[in-house]
C-alpha cells in the first residue's frame, strides 16, 4: 500500500514537474541549448579523437614504422642524425630468425641519411630513405598512394620517389630531373642528378612534406654503402584488436633482443602506446574545454530552478496547504532541474550522433583546414571519426547528474519555506 502511494506521489510530482518545466519556455530552452552544444561537441570531438587515434596508429604501422623496426644499439643512440657508421652486422641472420615466426609476413632493408635536394635554383634538406622496391612493398603500403613508376621498373638511371608536397615545393614533377647531394658513408661530399620516378600523396605529412626514397641500386655506388644496412623493418599479420597488434609485435621484439644483444628492436606497440600517450593528453585539453561548457549549463539550471522558486512561492504554499511536504517540495524542484538535465541530455546525444555520423561518412578535410600546418602526429588527408557508444552514454549520466546537482541547492530553499509566509507572500 505505501508503495504505491509512493508510485503515485512521485507521478503526480513528476506530472507538475514537466508542465512547470515549460512555463518559463525561454529559461529553459536556453539552458537545454547550452547542455546540447556542450554534450555534443563533446562526442563529436571523441569520435574525431579516436579517428585520429586510428589513422595515426594505422600510418605508423602501414607507411613509416611498420609492426617491429630493427637497428643496432648504437645507431639507436645517434638515430637523429641518421649515422652511416652502424649497420646490422649479419642482415640474413635476424630476416631467417624473424621469418621461423609465422605471424611475420615480410621483412625489407631501408637505410636512412640526411640530404639536400636542389631544382637548380633552390634546395631544401629533406630525409632520404633507401630501399629494396619490391621488398619494401611487401611492408609497406606505399605504393597505393603511388603516382607513377616503382623504382624497381627504373633502367634508364638513378631514379627518386619524391612526397608530393616536397616536389611541388621544388616545382617538380614526374619525368623532371633533381640533384640530390649528401654525404657518403667516409664523409666525402657527393651529388648525382635522379630522374623524378614517382609522387607519393599518403596520408602522413611527414612523408609529403619531406621524405624521398631511392633504391639500393643507386644507392650503393653513391653513398659507398658496400652492402651496409642500418634498418630492418617487418610487417606481420593485422589483428583485428589493436591491444593484440601491439602483443604481437612486443613478443617479436622481445625474442630479436634477447636473440641479438647487440640490436634494438622497437615493437609497434611502444611507438603506439606513445602515441596514445600524447593523444591523450589532447584529449584532456579537449575535455576541460567541455567541462567548463558543462558546468556554465549546471549555472544556468541552478539559476532556472531558483528563478522558478522566487516565481512561485505562492504556489508552493498553495502545495502545502493541500498536503505536500517539505520533503515533497524538494522532490519537485529537483524532478524540474532533473527533466531540463534529461532533455538537455538527449538533446546533446542526439546532436552527438549527427556530428560523429558526418565525420564517420564524410570526414573532415585536415589538409584543407590546417594548411601546412604541421600538428606533430601522422594523420592527414581526410580524417574520419568513430562511432562512441560509451561516450554517449557517459555524456548523457553525466549532464543528468550536473543537472540534479545544479538544482539541489534552490530544492532545498524551496523546501524551507513556511506555509503561512509563502500564502501571504506578494
Known sequence: MNNRKERTAWTTLATIAWRNVWRHGKRTALTVITMTFGLGLYIGMDSILKGMDRMGLENMMELSDSSVKITTRAYDEEAQSMPLDYGIPDVAAVKAFLMQDKRVLAVSERLRFVGQLSNGQDALPVQIIAINPQDDDQVFSLAAYRTGDSLAAQTEGPAIMLGKKLASELGLQIGSWVTLSARTRYDAQNAQDFLVAALLDTPDPTINNGNAYISFAAAEPFLDL?????????????????????????????????????????????????????????????????????????????????????????????????????????????????????????????????????????GMPLDAMMGNIDMGLPVGGNLYGEWNPDQMLTAAIVGILIALFASRSPAKRAGKLEVTNALRFV
Open 226 to 362: 658496400e652492402g651496409l644496412r642500418t634498418e630492418l623493418v617487418v610487417r606481420m599479420q593485422k589483428r583485428v584488436n589493436l591491444k593484440d597488434a601491439m602483443k604481437d609485435s612486443d613478443e617479436i621484439a622481445a625474442k630479436v633482443n634477447g636473440a641479438f644483444p647487440d640490436l634494438s628492436a622497437k615493437s609497434f606497440g611502444e611507438i603506439g602506446r606513445q602515441f596514445l600517450e600524447l593523444s591523450k593528453a589532447k584529449s584532456k585539453g579537449a575535455g576541460m574545454i567541455i567541462f567548463i561548457m558543462m558546468i556554465i549549463a549546471g549555472v544556468g539550471i541552478a539559476n532556472t530552478v531558483l528563478m522558478s522558486v522566487y516565481s512561485r512561492i505562492r504556489e508552493i504554499g498553495v502545495l502545502r496547504a493541500f498536503g505536500l511536504t517539505a520533503r515533497d517540495i524538494r522532490r519537485l524542484f529537483l524532478l524540474e532541474g532533473g527533466l531540463i538535465g534529461l532533455v538537455g541530455s538527449l538533446a546533446g546525444v542526439a546532436f552527438g550522433i549527427l556530428l560523429d555520423a558526418y565525420f564517420i561518412f564524410w
